[in-house]
């Protein structure tokens, strides 16, 4: 048994939470460059030009890509083995939210009651989503989720009769209603299977795959291809003044699902699509 001090995930939280507002993961920065030099848009290319400066002057004078710091959403996954001392683990996660995002000087943005909407000033609660698995390590991902892009997710219900066609259509039109609202070039997480939540949950946790990494599976790797070129045929472009970057990647995650059932969901995310993660 291996004994970790909540201390710890207080300080990697707070750390990450500052690290993801301000820094993009280099494959996608690398992505929305190469978008840029092959887009052939007038109003297009030099948006995304820009975008590329912003992220090297969010870099260098240390202040967060976009104003929309996000809902603190943090995947853990906890070694069976590991031994938790010195507190809660949940309100560790809180207290390094708490901290990222007021030392950090990051937009505080979750209100304490969904309908009496008061601000709770430090940005708390995360969103938390904790797995137990083997080993005696843990895993942080911290992705803070901007709602410009959260707003134009969908989820349905679909049928087994449901085709290849249908899917690639329902992620093309979640798109096109999304337009500019996004702050695209979208990155679009799909989650196939499970039941209602659970693909939902498979949907956020795409966004956080490295946009260079295709799904493992070939099938997969090519419907994520087939919707990405449907939405890039949208001609929605950058910022929504048209052209062909529409979407930088397309991740599908999927699970088994109920014989009667085929739950999908789409979680879109903007440019700015971040997460940072650490294991200790």
Not at 33 to 45: I, L, Q, R
Not at 60 to 80: H, R, S
Request: hydrophobic share 40%; proline share 6%.
């Amino acid at each position: 048994m291996r004994e970790i001090g909540v201390q710890r995930i207080s300080e990697e939280i707070a750390r990450l939470c500052v690290q993801a507002n301000r820094v993009l993961p280099e494959d996608l920065e690398n992505c929305i460059a190469c978008a840029a030099k092959e887009e052939t848009s007038g109003t297009g290319k030099p948006i995304l030009e820009d975008l590329c400066a912003n992220l090297q002057a969010a870099r260098k004078l240390n202040l967060p890509i976009c104003q929309d710091t996000g809902a603190a959403v943090v995947f853990a996954e906890i070694g069976q083995e590991v031994h938790l001392t010195g507190g809660a683990f949940e309100d560790a996660v809180n207290e390094g939210v708490r901290r990222g995002y007021l030392d950090g000087l990051l937009r505080c943005s979750m209100v304490a009651d969904p309908l009496r909407r008061v601000n709770t000033g430090d940005n708390t609660p995360a969103i938390l989503h904790t797995r137990i698995v083997p080993g005696d390590k843990i895993r942080l991902l911290v992705a803070p989720k901007g709602f410009g892009s959260e707003n134009m997710s969908r989820i349905r219900m679909f049928t087994p009769s449901a085709s290849e066609d249908d899917l690639v259509n329902y992620v093309a039109e979640t798109a096109r209603t999304a337009g500019s609202n996004p702050c695209p070039p979208m990155v679009l997480g799909v989650g196939i299977g499970g039941d209602f939540e659970q693909c939902a949950l498979l949907a956020k946790k795409a966004l956080c795959r490295p946009v260079s990494q295709p799904n493992p599976d070939p099938f997969y790797a090519g419907l994520e291809q087939k919707m990405l070129e449907r939405v890039n045929g949208l001609g929605i472009g950058p910022q929504g003044f048209g052209g062909k970057t529409t979407a930088l990647a397309v991740a599908i995650e999927w699970y088994p699902t109920h014989i009667a059932g085929l739950p999908v969901a789409v979680n879109v995310g903007c440019h700015v699509t971040r997460h940072g993660s650490v294991t200790i």
